[in-house]
């Protein structure tokens, strides 16, 4: 399992925290240190379409009107911290967020 994130997000931490827990094996994948290769960004935009990025981030805010109305990929590839975090890899499916919906579907 990986889970894709950058170390200084909450969410992230908590997730992984959980996951070890429940006796998970898990790798983190900072994206921050290690940019998302334009294959996984392809993979995360087919599996989540929009919803792959913040919108309600400061890095979102700080964007200029033309770098939002940029393709996904561009957008993710330019600022790697625009994906919503975090995303897990349980090897067989992507899961994103650490809402009520994947931690029933993960610590179950």
């Known amino acids: 399992m990986i889970l894709y ?3 200084t997000c909450d969410r992230c931490r908590k997730a992984a925290k959980a996951l070890a827990a429940a006796g998970h094996s898990l790798s983190f994948r900072d994206i ?3 940019p998302l290769s334009a294959a996984e960004r392809g993979r ?3 599996a989540f379409a929009g919803k792959i990025v913040n919108r ?3 890095t979102w805010r700080g964007l200029a009107d033309e770098q939002k109305a940029e393709p996904t990929g561009a957008q993710l590839a ?3 911290t625009l994906m919503k975090r975090p ?3 349980t090897g067989t499916e992507l899961l994103l967020g650490w809402g009520p919906d994947v931690q029933d579907a993960l610590l179950k």
Do not use: K, N, T, Y
């Open 56 to 58: 309600a981030s400061a």
């Open 87 to 89: 995303v897990i890899d």
């Open 78 to 80: 330019a600022h790697p």
């Open 32 to 34: 921050r240190a290690e």
């Open 44 to 46: 995360f935009i087919d």
């Open 5 to 7: 994130g950058i170390r």
